[in-house]
């Protein structure tokens, strides 16, 4: 099986600060990594895909990147609206999610 | 526009088998390139994969839970089964079913249904 790592776990940042989320995969998955936000009792919803793809309506204030075994999902200017826990996902090999990382206020 | 929903018990014992259903419009699961996924959430957990299911019927399983799992689709309803046998506490959980965009990235998702294991 593939493990994937995110960190951190929990970020507190501010509106307007630039944050960087991290996720390790325990072997190499090309650019199969999807990222999603999820709120409190809500689905969560697909922000990239192939690693730097953005979905259609999601803002470009999120990107992805990386390939093989990092990957890193960058908010630019975070808004009130991104504070939520956040998900990567490898499909190379069937699909596993990562531990998830919770973005809070400062 | 693609839209999900699962349904099934809100409630099960120990032990017991687990049928959930997901219907969907929007979409056809006879079309080539099309999957449908089921993802869970124990509470104030992560998610977890479970099972797949594509156009031709082929299903893909969690290694850890193959042995329990079973994926099926009716194309004529619009709706998918997912079975789990032998439910265990551990099990309680949200229960997603997500359209697959590039098949294994989920870009629609259902609501959810809640699934509680207890005696």
């Known amino acids: 099986d593939i493990q994937m790592t995110q960190s951190p776990s929990t970020l507190s940042a501010s509106v307007g600060d630039r944050v960087t989320i991290t996720c390790r995969a325990s072997q190499s998955i090309s650019d199969w990594l999807a990222w999603y936000q999820q709120k409190p009792g809500k689905a969560p919803k697909l922000l990239i895909y192939r690693a730097s793809t953005l979905q259609s309506g999601v803002p470009s204030r999120f990107s992805g990147s990386g390939s093989g075994t990092e990957f890193t999902l960058t908010i630019s200017s975070l808004q009130p609206d991104d504070f939520a826990t956040y998900y990567c996902q490898q499909y190379n090999s069937y699909s596993t999610f990562g531990q998830g990382t919770r973005v809070e206020i400062k | 526009q693609i839209t999900l929903k699962e349904s099934g018990p809100t409630l099960v014992k120990p032990t017991e088998t687990l049928t959930l259903t997901c219907t969907f419009s929007?979409?056809?699961?006879?079309?080539?390139?099309?999957?449908v996924g089921w993802i869970r959430q124990p509470p104030g957990k992560a998610l977890e994969w479970l099972a797949l299911i594509y156009w031709d019927g082929t299903g893909r399983y969690s290694p850890s839970l193959k042995n329990r799992l079973t994926i099926t689709k009716d194309t004529a309803k619009n709706q998918l089964v997912l079975i789990m046998t032998d439910m265990d506490p551990v099990d309680t959980a949200t229960y997603y079913c997500?359209?697959?965009?590039?098949?294994?990235?989920?870009?629609?998702w259902g609501p959810g249904t809640p699934v509680t294991v207890s005696s």
């Open positions: 929007g979409f056809s699961l006879s079309s080539s390139e099309v999957a």
């Open positions: 997500a359209h697959g965009l590039e098949l294994w990235a989920f870009d629609y």
